[in-house]
C-alpha cells in the first residue's frame, strides 16, 4: 500500500511541485534539528504526519544533496516512537536503499571473516568484535526488515546466523577463536535476539539456518552434477592439482625431505580446506 501511494504519488508530482516539496523537507529538517518540531506526544505526531506526506512526492531525479537530506534525516529518528520511526524509514526510498546498502556491507564483512577464521587464530576475534560493535550500534540495523531486497536481507541473516552457529555453544568449531573475549558472546546473543527472536515462537535460528541452508546444498549439489558431467576434466585436473599442492613434501632438517601421506579436511566453514 505504501508502495502504491509512493507511486501516485510521484507520478502526480511535476519538477515544480517536487522542488517545492525538497524545500518543505529541508525546512522541517531545520525545525528538527533546533528542536521546533516534534516536541511531546502532539508535536510528534504532527511531525511524523509532515514527514509521510513528504515522502508521497519524493522526485525521481535525486536533488543534489539527497545524501545530505538522507543523513540528517536518520539523526532526527530518536526524536519519534519507534513504531513511527519504522514507518518514516518504510515510507523513504533513498532511507531503505541506504539500509539495504549498510547490509550488503555488513555481509560481506560478517562472510570474510568466516573465510578467514582459523580455530588457532585468537587475534581474529577482535576483528569479529568490531564489525559486531558496528552493527549492533548501527541505526540501519533497527531498521533492517525495512530493506526491499528480500535477497540482500536474506543473505544477511544467512551470515549472522552463520556467525552464531560458528563461535556460540560448546561445541561450536570456532568457539576458540572467541572463547577469551566475553564481549564477543554477549554482542553475539544480542544481535541474535534481535534478528531471530519472534514472538510466540521464540528463537528460530537454527530452524531458520537449516532450511536455508538445506535449500543451498541441493543448489549446490545440482550445480555440481552439471558441472561434472560438462567439464569432467577440467575438474580432475584441478583436483589433482590440490592434491599435489596439499601433498607437497615437507623440508627436513639437513636438507632431507619428506612426503605427506595424509592431507587434513577441514570441516565447516571450511576456510582453508586444500579441497
Same mark, same amino acid.
Given at each position: 500500500?505504501?508502495?502504491?501511494?509512493?507511486?501516485?504519488?510521484?507520478?502526480?508530482?511535476?519538477?515544480?511541485?517536487?522542488?517545492?516539496?525538497?524545500?518543505?523537507?529541508?525546512?522541517?529538517?531545520?525545525?528538527?534539528?533546533?528542536?521546533?518540531?516534534?516536541?511531546?506526544?502532539?508535536?510528534?505526531?504532527?511531525?511524523?504526519?509532515?514527514?509521510?506526506?513528504?515522502?508521497?512526492?519524493?522526485?525521481?531525479?535525486?536533488?543534489?544533496?539527497?545524501?545530505?537530506?538522507?543523513?540528517?534525516?536518520?539523526?532526527?529518528?530518536?526524536?519519534?516512537?519507534?513504531?513511527?520511526?519504522?514507518?518514516?524509514?518504510?515510507?523513504?526510498?533513498?532511507?531503505?536503499?541506504?539500509?539495504?546498502?549498510?547490509?550488503?556491507?555488513?555481509?560481506?564483512?560478517?562472510?570474510?571473516?568466516?573465510?578467514?577464521?582459523?580455530?588457532?587464530?585468537?587475534?581474529?576475534?577482535?576483528?569479529?568484535?568490531? /564489525? $559486531?560493535? *558496528?552493527?549492533?550500534? &548501527?541505526?540501519? !540495523?533497527?531498521?533492517?526488515?525495512?530493506?526491499?531486497? =528480500? %535477497? +540482500?536481507?536474506?543473505?544477511?541473516?544467512?551470515?549472522?546466523?552463520?556467525?552464531?552457529?560458528?563461535?556460540?555453544?560448546?561445541?561450536?568449531?570456532?568457539?576458540?577463536?572467541?572463547?577469551?573475549?566475553?564481549?564477543?558472546? /554477549? $554482542?553475539? *546473543?544480542?544481535?541474535? &535476539?534481535?534478528? !531471530?527472536?519472534?514472538?510466540?515462537?521464540?528463537?528460530? =535460528? %537454527? +530452524?531458520?539456518?537449516?532450511?536455508?541452508?538445506?535449500?543451498?546444498?541441493?543448489?549446490?549439489?545440482?550445480?555440481?552434477?552439471?558441472?561434472?558431467?560438462?567439464?569432467?576434466?577440467?575438474?580432475?585436473?584441478?583436483?589433482?592439482?590440490?592434491?599435489?599442492?596439499?601433498?607437497?613434501?615437507?623440508?627436513?632438517?639437513?636438507?632431507?625431505?619428506?612426503?605427506?601421506?595424509?592431507?587434513?579436511?577441514?570441516?565447516?566453514?571450511?576456510?582453508?580446506?586444500?579441497?
Amino acid at each position: 500500500l505504501l508502495e502504491h501511494r509512493r507511486a501516485s504519488a510521484v507520478i502526480g508530482c511535476t519538477a515544480p511541485m517536487a522542488s517545492q516539496y525538497m524545500q518543505q523537507m529541508r525546512t522541517l529538517l531545520l525545525r528538527l534539528e533546533h528542536n521546533e518540531a516534534a516536541v511531546g506526544s502532539t508535536g510528534q505526531a504532527k511531525a511524523h504526519k509532515e514527514l509521510l506526506e513528504l515522502s508521497r512526492c519524493w522526485p525521481t531525479q535525486p536533488p543534489s544533496d539527497e545524501a545530505q537530506i538522507v543523513e540528517r534525516l536518520v539523526r532526527q529518528l530518536p526524536k519519534f516512537a519507534d513504531a513511527q520511526q519504522q514507518t518514516i524509514v518504510a515510507s523513504f526510498k533513498p532511507v531503505r536503499e541506504r539500509v539495504g546498502q549498510k547490509m550488503i556491507e555488513a555481509t560481506a564483512a560478517l562472510n570474510r571473516w568466516l573465510g578467514e577464521a582459523r580455530e588457532a587464530d585468537t587475534g581474529l576475534a577482535l576483528k569479529l568484535l568490531e /564489525t $559486531l560493535q *558496528g552493527i549492533e550500534q &548501527s541505526f540501519w !540495523f533497527r531498521f533492517y526488515k525495512q530493506c526491499p531486497d =528480500l %535477497v +540482500t536481507k536474506a543473505q544477511f541473516l544467512v551470515a549472522t546466523a552463520s556467525i552464531v552457529r560458528a563461535v556460540s555453544g560448546e561445541a561450536a568449531p570456532l568457539r576458540a577463536v572467541v572463547v577469551a573475549h566475553p564481549k564477543v558472546s /554477549t $554482542l553475539v *546473543g544480542q544481535i541474535a &535476539s534481535r534478528a !531471530f527472536v519472534i514472538p510466540n515462537h521464540g528463537n528460530i =535460528l %537454527v +530452524t531458520w539456518h537449516n532450511g536455508r541452508l538445506d535449500r543451498y546444498n541441493r543448489t549446490f549439489w545440482r550445480a555440481a552434477r552439471r558441472a561434472a558431467s560438462r567439464l569432467c576434466d577440467d575438474l580432475q585436473v584441478r583436483l589433482v592439482s590440490a592434491l599435489r599442492r596439499a601433498t607437497a613434501p615437507v623440508q627436513l632438517a639437513g636438507g632431507k625431505t619428506k612426503p605427506q601421506l595424509q592431507i587434513k579436511l577441514r570441516a565447516w566453514p571450511m576456510a582453508g580446506c586444500p579441497l
